[in-house]
């Protein structure tokens, strides 16, 4: 309540809003919040310092606020007992004689603030979605958003919760073709497609391992041993890469079209694909897309 009175006091009404489709004028800023305590119990003996955000820069970067996003005012403006129990001091530290604002006796001046007229933005304001969280017991993942703007009339259109059945993450592509520079190899993707659990939120790439689907081996000429290598392409972080994966040892090529596989798992905060290469070892992590290569 005392917080109530307080905020009646020093800080303005907003009048009812209108619809405005574009950059309110001077933006939207937030209510005035504050974390701390007060260190005086009356009287307004003591500060406290609010803060307050500019909303409409989710609307655009552009959409900036005028006006301060930090102030500093009386706190615990009810005057203390008066006059106080064996003591010379006045009832307001300020020095003001108290006052009768709905029946309450206040320190300082009530200001006759004129409510500030704004604009809603089309749609309101919502702010950013939270990450994906998996149900538990359940096969889905929900995620939620706050309405900015309603605490100044402006509702959000839209729904603040969102629920998928599976996983958030889109299954990992085979396209690669944007890889072929970067590996300095002469090769094609394999049109084997990637499994995709949705239930796990884990993709797994189905690697061959022999050349009898086509030349996937060769012996390897980096390291100038006599085992046969497979390569890998995939998109991480967007740029291209390639890692080498050697599925047997010497120069023995299988003919009986054996497959090998990389397990992916979902980061459901990037909504890309974390996986790893046991052989080399490498991370791949934020992966697009991956595939293996095909010999040419």
Known sequence: MIIFWLLFILFPKFAQSVTCPA???DGILSEWTTNDDCEAPCGGCANLTYSRTCLSTDISASCTC?????????????ACNFPRANSPKPPCCDGSQPIVVNNWYHCGKVENLTPNSYCCPDGGVWGEWSVWVKGSGRLEYS????????????KCEGEPKETINGCPCPPL?????????????SYNASRQENQYNPASCTATLILERSNFRGTFYKQDTVDNTQNMLTYIAYIENGKCQGTRFKA???MVILTNGLL???VFQ????TKMWNGLNPWVPKNMTNVTAAAQMVFI
């Open 143 to 154: 995620r939620t958003r706050k309405c900015l703007s309603n605490g100044f009339k402006c």
């Open 173 to 185: 592509s085979i396209d690669t073709s944007r890889c072929d520079d970067s590996t300095k190899i």
């Open 248 to 250: 047997f040892d010497g």
């Open 66 to 78: 005028k006006g301060p996003t930090t102030t500093s005012k009386p706190c615990n403006t009810q």
């Open 23 to 25: 950059c309110p004028t």
């Open 260 to 262: 090998d596989s990389i």
């Open 266 to 269: 979902c980061d459901i905060v």
